[in-house]
């Protein structure tokens, strides 16, 4: 029996209510691998910033102020020095 069994058995035993907060998918998740732990998820290479931009047809100038940020750190996107996180990356990935 694994625990998440054993809870659900003492749940329906003791009648304890279910927490809200559980996670729905908790039972259906896996653990990262070892290599993955600890590693960011890269979703954009530079190449992937580049050709979003040229979609557009814009300058750096152009896209960096299109999207709010500035013009050195769209640079450094695309040359790979730095990758775009958070708020960028969900805006990226809806252009």
Do not use: C
Request: glycine share 6%; no cysteine; hydrophobic share 30%.
């Amino acid at each position: 029996m694994n625990h998440n069994s054993r809870r659900e058995y003492a749940d329906r035993l003791y009648h304890r209510p279910r927490n809200p907060l559980r996670d729905p998918l908790a039972d259906v998740k896996q653990p990262l691998s070892r290599e993955r732990r600890g590693k960011a998820k890269i979703e954009f290479s530079p190449e992937d910033v580049r050709m979003i931009r040229a979609k557009f047809g814009a300058t750096q100038q152009e896209f960096a102020e299109l999207i709010g940020i500035k013009r050195e750190t769209l640079r450094n996107w695309e040359e790979g020095r730095r990758r775009p996180v958070g708020p960028a990356r969900a805006l990226l990935r809806e252009t």
